[in-house]
């Protein structure tokens, strides 16, 4: 294998030298840089990349940590993520903290040294735990608002698209809209009910809608159906909280002999390549999650460069709403 100490060797300088210019150090005059890149060349030097991180203090990795590595969510998230680091000669090493705030901790303290920042999805959308671990190194958050006034962060506007869809449900002749929740202690879920909530309170005077608990996971989906087959109570529409749930939710109503944007419309959120290709389609708001990663990684490749940003520099993105087949009654 050859060594920093064979290009030297070859170039007729020293090894620091020769450290020096491979690492874009600018101490190095360009005649001298010239030749020993000549030497490297010639000899198919590769650096070795731990020793050159030790050299440079830096690793050209960035850290992903996410609540989940499982679905389709996470994975455009990491296809926006990758989109821009990729081009940008940066490696990813990503942590999967398993929806826990500890493991987030534990996640973000296991990368320290071994990555130049930090691009985090908190779990819950609560940014509070982490902040005391991410202060020394440059950290954008994902879906969730640090409370420490200098945390970048790139989010969804998750109250805005919940009345969007609830809105068109409305639109095309809906009345008894039951929605499907995601889990009470997420924020994004939260914000998701009180959009719910408040427009079926200003377009309908419905003060208690029907909401059933849920996860933003499939069986959630096959539960809430099951329970509203089973029960007596009227219902027209369902918004659930996440797509997941809502093709679950379809597919056990398919079941049941329910049509699906006839007999009963379905909408979801966050529009994940699955909602194109189900049968019928499905209605969601389209919260461009492919562009929440980039935008995130974006920032981050800013402040590897030494420019600092903050708050001021976060981006909430306005979803929109992409309609399909599961809400094609009342066209």
Do not use: W
Request: glycine content about 10%; overall charge negative; some cysteine.
């Amino acid at each position: 294998m050859v060594t920093i100490r064979d290009v030297a060797k070859a170039a007729g300088v020293s090894v620091a030298t020769a450290s020096r210019a491979l690492n874009g150090l600018s101490v190095v005059t360009a005649k001298t840089r010239k030749k020993i890149e000549a030497a490297a060349e010639e000899l198919n030097y590769v650096p070795h990349s731990g020793a050159r991180s030790l050299t440079r203090r830096k690793t050209d990795t960035i850290g992903v940590i996410l609540p989940d590595l499982f679905g389709e969510f996470f994975s455009e998230i990491v296809r926006g993520i990758d989109m821009v680091t990729h081009g940008a000669g940066k490696n990813l090493l990503l942590g999967n903290m398993h929806g826990s705030a500890d493991e987030t901790v534990l996640a973000i303290r296991a990368m320290r040294g071994r990555v130049d920042g930090l691009l985090v999805m908190p779990p819950n959308s609560q940014a509070d735990d982490i902040e005391a671990v991410t202060r020394d190194i440059p950290t954008v958050l994902m879906n969730a608002h640090a409370n420490d006034g200098r945390t970048p962060f790139v989010a969804v506007d998750n109250y805005a698209g919940a009345r969007l869809v609830t809105e068109h449900l409305i639109e095309r002749g809906a009345t008894k809209i039951v929605h499907i929740a995601g889990p009470a202690s997420n924020r994004d879920a939260r914000e998701r009910q009180r959009g719910y909530c408040d427009v079926l309170l200003e377009r309908l005077g419905e003060s208690s809608p029907l909401i059933l608990p849920g996860d933003f996971r499939e069986d959630a989906g096959r539960k809430a159906a099951r329970l509203l087959l089973n029960g007596d109570i009227p219902f027209d529409a369902v918004f659930a909280g996440n797509d997941i749930m809502a093709v679950d939710f379809m597919t056990e109503m398919r079941t049941s002999g329910r049509k699906i944007g006839e007999d009963l419309l379905v909408a979801g959120f966050d529009d994940i390549p699955l909602a194109r290709y189900v049968s019928p389609g499905l209605t969601t708001v389209h919260s461009d999650i492919t562009r929440l990663g980039s935008t995130a990684a974006l920032m981050m490749l800013r402040m590897m460069k030494g420019e600092e940003l903050d708050q001021d520099d976060s981006l909430i993105i306005a979803p929109t709403l992409a309609v399909r087949g599961s809400t094609a009654a009342g066209e």
